[in-house]
């Protein structure tokens, strides 16, 4: 199988959508789908090759990169159509199998797609914009159109409300890479290689420090809960939440790390923490299912998070984690404290949280992608 994978942004970033798209691309590379990436590059981006792109999001797989020179780097909609046209003046891009994009207007413009195309995304668009919804329909319906590729159930229920087809719609969880998670490195081992208290709890956030994330609950709670040490691994500089925990005992602030970097951080906690908040998902919509779950998971700690729609489609409440009432400090509170005192309890969470992440791997997502585009593929050529 041959795929293009259009890319809007043209420089390196640590955002999540970034990180998404090359772990999911490299790992269809790495399950033998011949994968091209391609990336708009401005008048001011730097050259990049896709060594580069596996240095930096620290991936393997055998990916192809080819950079387009635009004026329009960094906008939405230009770009969009853009990588449309380059499709469509490149007989060597025409001859591949199929686009493969997350790219949001790819949903109202992918009818113009000169070869079959798939549209891989977690928001749950027809929810989100709802004078789109007969456009979304229309796109879904053309021949050519491969189908949607969600990242949860909660998105996929969005479009499968507005009539598109279930046979065009696929749930494929985000995933972790077993090769930097596992073997799990040992608390005490985790603690000592990053000089961490070995006799107090430690509560651990891991990802970007920003208010959308709903941070402000986690400090909330660890207002509450003093005796519990908080680390919020993911700092970029001086910014609100930064400003926020300025001067609080049980809250220590860290650097942004690397995938390489981070998982010691993850195993040095006693519980990981998805910050208990409905902010993400409903206020901002920039967060469903955050991808941070399935390193945490994957850690084998107790997992503290919000019970929300998303959440619940993998966590379950005493089996898997414990899942709190969302946009509630005090009840955040007690359930961390009931973790901190009951180490059985998270002994059993971060077991079964482990299991759990057995069949959660990029390779695995990798593997229900292509058996659903060659499905996809086979009925449109009969």
């Not at 686009?99 to 079959?116: K, N, W």
């Not at 809960?225 to 001067?247: C, W, Y």
């Not at 180490?343 to 058996?371: F, K, M, Q, V």
Request: positive net charge; proline residues 9%; hydrophobic residues 45%.
């Amino acid at each position: 199988m041959r795929l293009i994978y259009p890319l809007l942004w043209s420089r390196l970033g640590r955002q999540a959508d970034r990180e998404q798209a090359v772990s999911t691309a490299a790992a269809l590379a790495r399950r033998g789908v011949e994968t091209t990436l391609l990336m708009p590059q401005g008048p001011d981006d730097p050259p990049l090759s896709a060594s580069d792109l596996r240095a930096y999001y620290g991936v393997e797989g055998d990916l192809a990169l080819i950079q387009r020179p635009t004026r329009w780097a960094g906008e939405m909609i230009v770009p969009s159509t853009f990588w449309f046209s380059q499709v469509l003046r490149d007989r060597a891009l025409r001859e591949s199998d199929l686009l493969y994009s997350r790219i949001p207007v790819s949903l109202g413009i992918g009818g113009f797609s000169p070869i079959p195309f798939a549209f891989d995304h977690y928001r749950p668009w027809p929810d989100r914009i709802p004078w789109l919804r007969p456009v979304f329909r229309r796109t879904a319906r053309q021949a050519h159109c491969l189908g949607f590729v969600l990242h949860s159930e909660f998105a996929a229920a969005s479009f499968r409300r507005i009539g598109v087809a279930p046979e065009k719609l696929l749930v494929a969880h985000n995933g972790f890479d077993p090769g930097r998670m596992r073997p799990p490195l040992g608390r005490d081992a985790a603690r000592a290689a990053l000089d961490l208290p070995r006799d107090r709890t430690i509560a651990v956030y891991a990802g970007r420090l920003s208010a959308r994330k709903g941070i402000d609950q986690l400090l909330a709670a660890a207002r509450l809960r003093p005796d519990i040490l908080f680390l919020l691994v993911g700092s970029e500089g001086e910014g609100p939440v930064e400003t926020a925990a300025r001067g609080r005992e049980n809250v220590r602030i860290l650097p942004w790390q690397t995938p390489e970097t981070l998982p010691p951080f993850l195993h040095a906690a006693d519980i990981l923490v998805i910050p208990p908040s409905r902010a993400p998902l409903d206020r901002f919509g920039d967060c469903v299912l955050p991808m941070k779950t399935f390193a945490y998971l994957a850690a084998g700690r107790a997992i503290l998070a919000p019970r929300s729609p998303d959440t619940a489609e993998l966590l379950r409440d005493g089996d898997t984690a414990c899942l709190v009432p969302p946009d509630d400090p005090e009840a955040a509170a007690d359930a961390l404290g009931r973790l901190a005192a009951d180490s059985a309890l998270r002994a059993r969470l971060g077991t079964n949280a482990a299991r759990l992440a057995d069949g959660l791997s990029w390779d695995a997502r990798a593997e229900r992608i292509i058996a659903f585009l060659e499905e996809r593929l086979a009925r449109i050529k009969g």
